[in-house]
């Protein structure tokens, strides 16, 4: 049996969405229909994900390397992403909506549409729900290295790694405590490489458009089992934890 606990959740809980072409394959349907599933598990993991206290819910949902796909591919999910963007996922669970990403490279009709529906949530302060779209950690992190130097009137040695934080496309939310991979791969994919530096990782052997709430809960729970760190040793961890008690 599944047990977590609740005054446990992970603040912050992001996911690589990984699975959905081959899970349409697979049942002989176009990749097509597998990320049109896969938006209904969006909608699942998001309502529980609010249910249970998590404050911020970060998914990845087009790499800056998913714009080599075919075309035909493209073009369906930037309107799948349109199509996606109901007010009833946002409004019904009072789930503010925010994307990081290169969103010059999006489609005009899409940018709009994720800008009004940033808009219209911007007060909603349940969870925020925040959309990976045409992003990669390495394009964030070049165009962090950017800024600052655009910035000017700084010198290198002043140049902190709170410095690199407040410049990145996440400043505004707290790093991960939580990334879970879904689809069976086992690697990271150029996601949220400097966020997740002290992040547990989850992998899954489930592709996303089956993933459900029990199998959030078995990665919570995995998360809760585990003796997060920071570069400290066993002894100090446990040392530290008698002394908050």
């Known amino acids: ?52 206290g998590v404050k911020y819910l970060t998914l990845y949902t087009f790499s800056t390397e998913n714009w080599n796909r075919p075309a035909d591919e493209v073009a369906a999910l930037m309107g799948l992403v349109l199509s996606s963007l109901e007010d009833e996922i946002f409004m019904k669970n009072n789930v503010r909506f925010r994307v990081i990403g290169d969103m010059n490279r999006l489609p005009e009709q899409v940018r ?28 964030e992190i070049t165009k962090a290295v950017r800024d600052i130097v655009e910035a000017g009137n700084i010198r290198p040695e002043d140049i902190t790694e709170e410095t690199v934080s407040q410049h990145l ?43 459900n709430e029990e199998d959030l809960h078995k990665a919570i729970e995995s998360y809760q089992n585990r003796q997060r760190r920071f570069g400290k040793t066993e002894a100090q961890v446990e040392e530290e934890m008698k002394d908050e008690k």
């Open 1 to 52: 049996m599944i047990h977590i606990d609740k005054t446990r959740i992970p603040q912050h809980i992001a996911i690589i969405m990984d699975g959905n072409g081959r899970w349409a394959t697979e049942k002989g349907l176009a990749r097509n229909m597998g990320h049109q599933a896969g938006v209904e598990t969006v909608r699942r993991i998001t309502s529980e994900c609010v249910r249970l």
């Open 112 to 139: 709009q549409k994720l800008q009004d529906t940033m808009d219209h949530t911007a007060k909603n302060d349940a969870m925020t729900m925040v959309v990976a779209l045409s992003y990669s950690s390495r394009w």
């Open 169 to 211: 496309a996440t400043n505004f939310m707290p790093d991960p405590e939580l990334l879970i991979r879904t689809g069976g791969e086992l690697r990271i994919s150029n996601y949220l490489l400097w966020q997740i530096a002290y992040s547990e990782l989850y992998f899954c052997d489930t592709y996303w458009p089956d993933f």
